[in-house]
């Protein structure tokens, strides 16, 4: 989704799906909407992911905003009409949040990793593969707020990311490299977080979607 696949990666499936049970109030009624979850699927209920794009969860946001392999009509509606209200103050503090979160790993993933993984780290001090999604949520962040839109990585960004993400990096370089951009995040974020709409008209369209439908 991101471009940054190799040869070893695998494949993971998201979904959303229509469910005539959870209509009215999406983004009240918590106790009907659901997630549905394998080891290499993840299946939310069209109000669920509604909610998480309301609240900003980040890889909610990336499937908002990239194309589906397959859309019934009301995913397709639903997912239309919330692009150009989704990007929100709710969507830079969940980003952020992530980014501290990460950041605070010191470039290890917190949980055991595949023997793979553990090999990169034991040879290179770090992950690389989370190292590489770390600097892609610092990257989608500053765009963010700098624009107020959805950030799309660059062809040089995928370049670089993937660099990363093989391991062609020294540990140190990576780390000033965080550092640095970190520093310039937060004064952005400090900065440019309130020019950002709150979610009420997020929450407005989608609403009167699932109205519209019941």
């Given amino acids: 989704m991101y471009g940054m696949d190799t040869a070893d990666s695998d494949v993971d499936f998201t ?3 229509y469910d005539p049970k959870e209509f ?15 080891n290499d699927l993840v299946a939310h209920s069209a109000s669920k992911f509604a909610r998480l794009v309301v609240k900003g969860n980040f890889n909610t ?3 908002l905003f990239h194309r589906a392999e397959q859309e019934s009509a009301f995913v397709y509606g639903l997912c239309h009409i919330m692009r150009p209200h989704a990007i929100t ?3 830079a503090r969940a980003y952020m949040g992530y980014v501290m979160s990460q950041r605070g790993s010191g470039l290890l993933h917190p949980r055991p990793q595949s023997p793979t993984r553990k090999a990169q780290v034991e040879a290179l001090g770090y ?14 962040l500053m765009h963010i ?6 950030y799309r990585l660059t062809k040089d960004d995928k370049k670089f990311l993937v660099e990363v993400k093989t391991g062609q990096y020294r540990k140190a370089i990576l780390e000033e490299t965080v ?7 937060e004064n952005a974020y400090m900065l440019k977080l309130g020019n950002l709409p709150t979610p009420e008209k997020l929450e407005e369209v989608v609403k009167e979607f699932f109205v519209a439908y019941a």
């Fill in 15 to 17: 979904a959303v799906f």
């Fill in 24 to 38: 009215r109030n999406p983004l009240a009624e918590r106790d009907v909407t659901h997630t549905n979850a394998t």
């Fill in 61 to 63: 946001l990336d499937l």
């Fill in 89 to 91: 103050q709710n969507a």
């Fill in 127 to 140: 992950d690389p593969k989370f190292a590489a999604h770390l600097l892609r949520g610092m990257y989608s």
């Fill in 145 to 150: 707020l700098e624009t107020g839109e959805y």
């Fill in 179 to 185: 550092e640095d951009y970190m520093v310039k995040l």
